[in-house]
């Protein structure tokens, strides 16, 4: 728990009530019917929809409201959940034919018992890819939602449900998890905003792992007040009331070399607006030579570390249901069983290290600011085909973070119609609520 404090804005809730005039239920079933467009992407986004909960809590918050009840700051957001966390009564895929005869979940995921707790409305689970083990977001089992900006294109993963469902407004929010990127690449993919918190501040409790080294729960939305409204929820932690009323004086760094070079075209063109209009707005914005992230990327710590975590959980599931696996997924899995205990022990104690080193550094300013993603979304032709080449290019820049165990925050910066490009602004450990007050000035700094 922090002692900072953050602003929400504008009340979720009022924002909700804005968007209807029939309240919570008439927003639930636009949503609804948004995931049952037959010409849709709902079949492909969602993995279950729970439509007559949704209406009953919806019908409830309803009545609350109309009885002056003060309720949370989510309370009738309709939210979605990935198909990573327990649900009560419902079976926790992962988006996997691994799970087909897996029993019902007994209890809820911390994070889900918290969201019910505050009211917020689950409309359903969604997809991802399989197990969270890619970027890119594909799913060869349950088929994959288009991008919203251009179906051909993919939305990114390994949370692509839960970034296409809020894009597309099938929730106003959801709730995805970040291993190497898995929250961040998809938000900036589909337009959205995407927060990955430091990794203890949300508990992992009832969620199947891929690497709980890594591992982080957080929200997308369609803004950064609506993120913090729902990382309030998740983490326990109370939204905070401090906030900025300008950009002016921040102290943003880039960091030079690999994360910013061989972009494409609109994302650099788009990043270097971005940098220009907060450079007048009174930003402080440096080159930072920062040899530490170049030492994190050489050293493959987070390959080491994901791919030893994911085997071991694996290991027996692959015995027996190997044949069921992706074949791309069985593959990086397996890999994990060449990594020797001494590999896996020295990754863990360098990355103690290096978190430090880093945190140290990282006083200097008070954010990084770089490209969420060096790409547009690519085609799906060309990402089924080339599918480790682009996820290598989806995650660059975003899992030195992880290994570091920042939070990270990504928020749209494209030109209304154009490709979806992302910013990421990257803040130190910890130091959640310091950043979320920053990405919401940088985020009204850069709105048309």
């Keep these: ?68 009840y003060r309720l949370s700051q989510i309370a009738g957001m309709p939210i979605s959940v990935k198909d990573l966390f327990d649900v009560k009564g419902e079976r926790t895929q992962a988006a996997s034919r691994v799970r087909d005869d897996a029993l ?22 969604t997809n991802m890819t399989e197990f969270a083990y ?5 799913n060869q089992s349950f088929g994959t939602p288009g991008n919203p900006w251009d179906r051909k294109r993919i939305p990114g993963g390994s949370s692509s449900g839960a970034a296409v469902s809020v894009a597309d ?53 369609n803004s950064v007040s609506q993120c913090a409204a729902l990382f309030s929820v998740i983490s326990g932690e109370p939204a905070q009331t401090n906030p900025r009323s300008n950009v002016a004086g921040l102290r943003l760094a880039i960091p030079q070399g690999f994360l910013v070079e061989g972009l494409d075209q609109q994302v650099g063109r788009s990043f270097d607006h971005a940098c220009a209009k907060l450079s007048s707005a009174g930003v402080l914005i440096s080159d930072a030579n920062l040899p530490i992230l170049n030492e994190v ?79 547009v979304p690519p085609t799906l032709e060309n990402a089924s085909a080339n599918e480790d080449h682009v996820r290598t290019l ?4 975003t899992a030195l973070f992880n290994f570091l165990d920042c939070c990270a925050i990504s928020i749209p910066i494209h030109e209304k119609g154009a490709a979806p490009v992302g910013l990421m602004i990257v803040g130190r450990m910890n130091k959640d609520w310091p950043l979320l007050t920053m990405a919401e000035a940088i985020e009204r700094t850069l709105l048309p």
């Design 297 to 375: 990327h050489a050293s493959q710590g987070n390959r080491i570390i994901q791919s030893a975590e994911a085997y071991a959980w694996h290991r027996d599931l692959l015995e027996t249901y190997g044949h069921l696996y992706d074949p791309n997924i069985r593959k990086r899995i397996a890999a994990g069983s060449a990594i020797d205990t001494s590999s896996y022990l020295t990754a863990i104690g360098r990355r103690r290290d290096l978190i430090r080193a880093y945190d140290n550094l990282a006083r200097s300013y008070d954010a990084l600011i770089l490209p969420t993603v060096a790409i």
């Design 134 to 138: 890619s970027v890119v977001g594909i």
């Design 104 to 125: 019902p979940a007994e209890k809820d995921a911390i994070v889900v018992r918290r969201l019910k707790q505050a009211g917020a409305v689950l409309v359903g689970s």
């Design 394 to 397: 989806l995650l660059r820049n």
């Design 1 to 68: 728990m922090t002692n900072e404090t953050f602003t929400i804005g504008p009340s979720v809730n009022s924002s909700l009530a804005a968007s209807t005039s029939g309240g919570v239920l008439d927003q639930v079933e636009k949503c609804l019917e948004r995931i049952g467009d037959p010409n849709g992407e709902g079949k492909l986004t969602f993995r279950k929809v729970w439509a007559d909960g949704a209406r009953a809590v919806a019908r409830s918050i309803d009545a609350l409201q109309r009885h002056d």
């Design 169 to 221: 407004g099938m929730a106003l929010g959801a709730i995805g998890s970040d291993t190497i990127g898995s929250i961040r690449v998809p938000a900036a993919l589909c337009g959205v905003v995407g927060f990955k918190p430091t990794q203890r501040r949300v508990p992992l409790d009832g969620s199947i792992p891929l690497s709980p080294s890594l591992d982080s729960i957080g929200p997308i939305a």
